[in-house]
């Protein structure tokens, strides 16, 4: 069976968790509390060297990282990945999008008010942050206005891209000036297999 390293309250891993689900695939879930260094110790270094989560243990022995990835390993050959050349480039376009427009200052800015890391000295980069997760809300609301979903049917470009939008309220974002945005995150909710970030544990 599949482990999945993992700290409940991560986005990234919500990622493979609502993956997991609407695909179907049982998995055993290790939690790992990233607040108490759990990813720093020796046992998960020799795992992942880059001490993050989520990290996937495939039951042949190999440790995946990165959430991205392991949504692709997943999707591989199911209704979640296109096999069309042009489409898989596309929502990878929007796997990388992802990763350096839109978490790093939505995700960021989620993380420091959720676990009272906010401080003065930190503002400046809180706005700015804010500024540049508003700029990819932005990007969406664009692309979202014309189609359903980001790359023809539902795929893991969309997975990706739910998990922290849905959450940006906590971010102190307000999505109420991105209808198309809003929409979408219904219907991403409408999917088959869908679980809330709150109750994607496996038993």
Request: glycine share 8%; proline share 5%; charged share 15%.
């Amino acid at each position: 069976m599949l482990r999945l390293y993992d700290y409940f309250d991560s986005g990234n891993g919500y990622k493979v968790r609502l993956a997991l689900a609407q695909l179907a695939i049982p998995y055993r879930l290790i939690e790992v509390d990233i607040d108490k260094g759990e990813t720093r110790t020796p046992e998960f270094l020799a795992m992942n060297p880059n001490g993050r989560i989520p990290l996937l243990a495939l039951e042949n022995g190999v440790h995946l990282a990165e959430s991205n990835a392991i949504l692709c390993h997943l999707a591989e050959g199911t209704m979640l990945m296109p096999g069309e050349a042009l489409a898989r480039a596309q929502i990878l376009q929007w796997l990388f999008f992802e990763q350096y427009s839109h978490e790093p200052n939505i995700a960021t800015c989620r993380y420091w008010l959720r676990h009272g890391l906010m401080s003065p000295g930190r503002a400046p980069a809180f706005a700015q942050k804010r500024l540049a997760g508003y700029a990819a809300l932005s990007v969406m609301e664009k692309h979202l206005a014309t189609r359903d979903f980001f790359v023809g049917a539902y795929s893991i470009a969309d997975i990706a891209l739910y998990a922290y939008t849905h959450v940006a309220a906590q971010g102190d974002f307000d999505l109420a000036g991105f209808p198309s945005v809003t929409a979408w995150l219904a219907r991403v909710r409408m999917q088959s297999g869908y679980v809330p970030m709150g109750a994607s544990m496996t038993p």
